[in-house]
């Protein structure tokens, strides 16, 4: 895989309006009628979000992620996607390159809730 252009750089602003939380992924979901999307219900220490990430098709059994800790940007305007409201987006590596994705890990566990950065 030959790595993608770096995009245009940022400030040090721009990039401090992301939120980007660490959660604990409790349960996964099914969405009726998507071929792609799975429904995460996703623990932040002090509250519970669902959050829909577009990887039914990449994960033979997409339940192998309960009880992993996984970053999430926490402060997107919620979205609807196939008549739900996604609360997220899950911070995974491959996805944008064509390969199949992998979730970015804490390198041993952390409070839920806690801000990258």
Partial sequence: MKPAPVKPNVTIED??????????????GDVAGSKKLIKLTVNFGDHTRSILAG?????????E???R???????LTPRRMAGLESQGMLFDLGYEDGVTPVLVVPESAVPNGKRAG
């Fill in 55 to 63: 990887m039914k098709q990449e994960r033979k059994d997409p339940s």
């Fill in 65 to 67: 992620i309960v009880d």
């Fill in 15 to 28: 990039l401090q309006k992301l939120d980007i939380r660490v959660g604990t992924i409790e349960a996964v």
């Fill in 69 to 75: 800790q996984a970053p999430f940007v926490v402060n």
